[in-house]
């Protein structure tokens, strides 16, 4: 126990409860999003999963996540129930205990399916929506937590990802991708505004996301020192950046200065600095937001056109600037930030960027082709949609039977 530091510790557990907030504020972000009839069903799968994961997490997820290595796959079994997981030092963390890292990576695969649910808002069943969280979160996000943090073969491979580009990112945002493209579009897209119905509440959303996401990447550091300032830094830096570049950028596509543009502009530059965050400078960090914030607003536009009923925009966000920000990972991550840590492609290391290349396509490929089979077989024996005319009528009065306004 002497080797326990009490600072690191108080912030990791600081960090842990950031990162809790974040996902009920994807729920008010996303809830923003959808039309009002369909609000309280948003919120739901964000707060839900909060509660399902919380308790996945401790019997068998951060097992299979950080579990003994076996074969460079899955963690063992050893961690299940938490079996000796306790205040003695971690294995992830020497200077806090065991449990305090345990629950720091608890909020982080609690808000990674959290993120996928956007991309089927406003028409899934409900009972279809916690059969593939449950599975997804076991056979897609724990496995690849192994591969980069747990042991597993990326990380030994040297791939960086300090808070979760691939893990969290990639695989929520190709995820929701294929969720799209299988549930096909909503009724009436194209054919029938389908606006947002509170534009307040998705920037209340957005900033408190960016206010949590200070735990996500700085909490990353573990300890309380010099590099979780630097990730600090750096994530305030390209969100901030990037938020100006959407705005500017559909400023001049649109004609208007978009506060809605802004707050998905400032979750892109976070998404995008998160696996670098550790890893690179402030220079670096403002080159990051400025190609999220001009990249993942492209990537939108091209969904729209080829009408894939991406609903909030899930994959442009988080696909699309989860792997911009790997690869930018492999361009800007210096020694000099990180001294565990391996130099970039500008810092001389060509080798680094065709790295993470490899855990990027590793990520995309093993996140399309797992969610594609869960989907699948949920439809098989449950129902991927609810029936038409329920979905006309809105989820919140046919899923849970409660309204979200009575005024």
């Not at 649910?117 to 897609?140: D, I, M, N």
Request: some cysteine.
């Amino acid at each position: 126990m002497d080797k326990i530091n009490s600072g690191d510790t108080a912030w990791l557990l600081a960090s842990a409860a950031l990162v809790m907030l974040m996902t009920p504020a994807l729920g008010f972000f996303y809830g923003g999003l959808v039309r009002k009839k369909n609000v309280l069903a948003t919120i739901m799968h964000s707060f839900f999963i909060l509660c399902l994961i919380s308790v996945q997490w401790v019997l068998w997820g951060y097992s299979l996540a950080f579990g003994p290595d076996q074969g460079g796959l899955i963690g063992g079994l050893d961690f299940l129930a938490l079996k000796g997981v306790g205040q003695e030092p971690g294995p992830y963390g020497a200077s806090v205990p065991h449990l305090a890292y345990m629950v720091f990576q608890m909020m982080f695969a609690v808000i990674t399916p959290a993120l996928i649910t956007g991309a089927f808002a406003e028409r899934k069943r409900f009972k279809a929506f916690v059969v593939f969280t449950l599975l997804w979160a076991t056979l897609v996000y724990d496995p690849v937590a192994h591969w980069v943090w747990g042991g597993g073969w990326l990380g030994k491979l040297g791939a960086l990802d300090f808070a979760g580009g691939t893990v969290v990112h990639i695989t929520s945002g190709v995820s929701a991708l294929v969720a799209a493209l299988v549930l096909g579009r909503r009724v009436g897209y194209g054919q029938e505004p389908l606006e947002p119905h509170d534009a307040t509440m998705t920037v209340l959303g957005a900033s408190l996301l960016w206010f949590g996401w200070f735990g996500f990447n700085a909490g990353s550091a573990i300890t309380s020192g010099g590099l979780a300032a630097n990730a600090f830094v750096v994530t305030n830096t390209s969100a901030a950046m990037a938020a100006l570049t959407w705005m500017t950028v559909s400023w001049i596509h649109k004609g208007a200065p978009s506060v809605l543009g802004a707050a998905a502009g400032a979750v892109a530059g976070l998404v995008a600095i998160t696996p670098a965050s550790g890893y690179v400078d402030v220079s670096a960090s403002i080159l990051i937001g400025l190609g999220a914030g001009t990249l993942c607003y492209a990537a939108i536009q091209v969904t729209k056109r080829l009408r894939v009923d991406d609903a909030l925009d899930v994959f442009g966000v988080h696909g699309v600037g989860g792997t911009v920000g790997a690869l930018a990972t492999g361009i800007f991550a210096a020694t000099a930030v990180n001294s565990a840590a391996a130099n970039g492609l500008i810092a001389g290391n060509p080798a680094q960027l065709g790295i993470q290349a490899i855990a990027v396509v590793a990520s995309i490929a093993y996140s399309a082709v797992m969610t594609f089979a869960i989907l699948k077989v949920i439809n098989l024996f449950v129902g991927l949609r609810v029936p038409e005319a329920e979905e006309a009528l809105g989820l919140d009065a046919t899923q849970h039977r409660e309204a979200a306004y009575t005024i």
